[in-house]
Each structure stands twice: as structure tokens, then as C-alpha cells.
């Protein structure tokens, strides 16, 4: 009973991925179908039809059941907008309930990564996380019942028992003592893992409304979600700018607004600090990520923002990655700046443009489709 209940429910699991996979655009572009129940689980809403049932009661007569003539309304089939017993019309209350299924988000990767087939990751760089892995591939002659290695005993007592010639071939008994007891004993590997650090920095200056600033949450939702699959360790920092850059947490970089212009230079300046005071590029792997509606307040601070990325920024990241959300208060001329001089065949800058949450998918593909 036990295995067939498992059996249900990985096949129920399996009906679930499937039909987040199909409508996948649509769990993207609309965030709040996702309700975070963890750090590392999220609650995914799904329609739920309840199983069809009999229901028994008196019999009212009509077609089929007593009187009745050809072309009669069927009981309680009448008009929809008659009213009913209890005052309710028909049609007013909703037939649908919704399941909340639990995923994890390693799963929801795989799910983003088979849909977008994206490439695994080729780290780069030394590692930098150390852990502690043990490994039961030691023996010890001390240790509980529960580990004991029985082999391993077996083979202590027969040779205790050849050397002191009281082995019998002809009645071969092997009798362990205390001393022939053997027991698996665990070594401790240092393992060195890979690590990340994604930087994310965001125009908040007025031009950058609410709908621009949950593209660009919903956005980094997926992101986090895939690098953490590709690394064991992943940090994330945030940036916000509008004439000047500051560092900030997460809750302050999706909730602050500013009225300000733009200086894009300022937040590439404190990206850069960030990098060289805790990032060694020969240990992690980074990616910056900017996201902005394109203004920039001159065309000098733009020739200042592309020698930053080129002499300061691309040398020490995997991938300079910039997303550029429509606004309608944006020119949208940096993206055309950022084109005209990387163009779109250069792998270390990697350029999108999102005009609407139905763009997010097509973005997230660009940045991560690379292998980075």
C-alpha cells in the first residue's frame, strides 16, 4: 500500500511539473501565483476539479419521471437568471478550488532549464567555499553495533584463528572474539566547491515606475533560482542609482523611488569597489546585472560607463549582463550605445530588452543562455 501511495504521488508530482513546464510564461509573467513558504521552497497554486459524486434526494417529477411533455424544461435547468432557493442565481458562486503544490527551487531550476534549455555553467577561477564532506571508507577497530563491518570481522577471526592452529578445515567454525570486531569509520574530505556573487543594480529614478520594478524583481527571482542550481555558494549584493549609487539590501533596492536624473557611472563605480574589496576575481565567479529604462544623463557619462566595463568591469566578471525595461518616461538610448559598441556577438556583455512582463522568458534566455 505504501509503495503504490508512492507511486501516486510521484506520478501527481510528474502531472504538476508537466503542466508547469507547458504554462511556464504564465507562472513567470505573473509573480503572484508563487507564494514563498521557505528559503528554499516556494507554494505553486493549482486548479483542482472535485471528484463528480451522486446525490440523492427526493424525486420531483418531469421528464422522464411522471408527467411531462416533449420540449419541458428539465427541473433546476431552468433560467440562469432566475433566482433559486436561498436568493442565489444560477452561476453566482465559483466551481473552482486551487491545490497549493510545494516545490523546491532546485526544482523549479530543472523546470526553467529544460523549458529554456540552458546550458550547465562552466565555472571559472579557483574555488572558494570550503566543506566538510565524511566519507565511511575507513575501518576502526572500535565503534557501535550499528556500523559494524562483517566481513571485515569475519576476516580478523579466521586469521586470529589460522595463527593460533586452532582452525579446523574440516569443521570450519569462525567464532569472533572482541578483539576480531571490526567497524566502518568515516574520513574527512575538504572539498572545494564553487562559488558566486551576483551583483544586481537599478535605476530608480523617476522614469522607473512600479511595473518596471517588478519586471525586474520577478526577473531575479529566476536568475537566483538557476545560478544557485549551478553553484554551492551564491551571494547577492544590490545597487540602486539615480545622480549617485549606493549599496543597499533587497527589500530597499525593490521599494526605494527617487526623483532625480541618472548618472549610470556612479552605480558601475560602486559595483567596481564592491568587486575589489570582497570578489578576488581569480576565486569567484561574478555577475553584475543592470537594469534600466536607458536614460543616462549625458553622453560623457556613457563613453565614462563603457571605459569602466571595458578597462575595470569585463576583465573580472563572467558576464556583464544589462537589461533594458520600456518605460514610457525611458529614451532607451543606452541599450543603442551599449549595441554600437559591443554589438551582439560579444559573450562577456550580454544586452536584452524587456518590453512587458510577457518579455521576461525571452530575457531571462539571453542571460542565462550562454553558459556563462
Known amino acids: ?11 501527481f508530482r510528474q502531472i504538476v511539473r508537466g503542466k508547469i513546464k507547458q504554462d511556464l510564461k504564465k507562472y513567470i509573467t505573473h509573480s503572484e501565483m508563487f507564494g514563498r513558504k521557505g528559503k528554499d521552497t516556494v507554494t505553486i497554486p ?5 471528484i463528480p459524486r451522486f446525490r440523492y434526494g427526493s424525486n420531483q417529477g418531469g421528464v422522464g419521471q411522471g408527467d411531462g411533455n416533449p420540449g419541458d424544461p428539465v427541473p433546476g435547468q431552468g433560467d440562469p437568471n432566475q433566482e433559486g432557493e436561498g436568493g442565489k ?12 503544490v ?12 529544460e523549458q529554456l534549455q540552458l546550458p550547465r555553467i562552466e565555472p571559472r577561477g579557483q574555488k572558494n567555499l570550503k566543506s566538510r564532506v565524511d566519507k565511511y571508507t575507513a575501518i576502526a577497530s572500535q565503534g557501535p553495533n550499528s556500523l559494524r563491518h562483517f566481513k571485515r570481522t569475519f576476516k580478523e577471526a579466521l586469521k586470529r584463528q589460522i595463527a593460533s592452529g586452532i582452525y579446523d578445515p574440516e569443521n570450519p567454525v569462525i567464532v569472533p572474539i572482541k578483539k576480531d570486531m571490526r567497524y566502518r569509520s568515516w574520513k574527512s574530505d575538504v572539498k572545494h566547491e564553487n562559488s558566486a556573487v551576483i551583483i544586481y543594480m537599478m535605476d530608480v529614478s523617476g522614469s522607473m515606475g512600479d511595473e518596471q520594478k517588478e519586471i525586474v524583481r520577478t526577473e531575479a527571482f529566476w536568475i537566483n533560482t538557476w545560478l544557485k542550481s549551478q553553484y554551492k555558494g551564491v551571494e547577492t549584493r544590490y ?18 523611488r527617487e526623483s532625480g536624473g541618472t548618472l549610470i557611472s556612479s552605480a558601475y563605480k560602486v559595483c567596481e569597489q564592491i568587486i575589489n574589496k570582497d570578489y578576488p576575481p581569480g576565486d569567484w565567479n561574478i555577475y553584475p546585472f543592470h537594469f534600466s529604462d536607458g536614460d543616462n544623463w549625458s553622453t560623457e557619462d556613457t563613453k565614462l560607463c563603457i571605459d569602466l566595463m571595458k578597462n575595470s568591469l569585463l576583465p573580472k566578471v563572467n558576464a556583464f549582463c544589462y537589461g533594458q525595461v520600456d518605460s514610457r518616461y525611458g529614451s532607451g538610448q543606452f541599450y543603442k550605445d551599449l549595441i554600437e559598441v559591443f554589438g551582439n556577438d560579444d559573450d562577456s556583455v550580454i544586452l536584452s530588452r524587456i518590453e512587458n512582463k510577457d518579455g521576461i522568458l525571452q530575457s531571462i ?3 542565462l543562455g550562454k553558459g556563462r
Open 46 to 50: 493549482m486548479p483542482q476539479i472535485d
Open 89 to 100: 442565481k444560477a452561476g453566482q458562486d465559483s466551481g473552482q478550488h486551487d491545490l497549493e
Open 239 to 256: 545597487i540602486i542609482h539615480d545622480a549617485t549609487a549606493k549599496e543597499v539590501d533587497e527589500d530597499t533596492f525593490f521599494r526605494t
Open 102 to 113: 510545494e516545490f523546491t527551487l532546485e526544482e523549479l531550476a530543472e523546470i526553467l532549464g
Open 365 to 367: 534566455k539571453d542571460f
Open 1 to 11: 500500500m505504501i509503495d503504490g501511495a508512492r507511486r501516486d504521488h510521484a506520478r
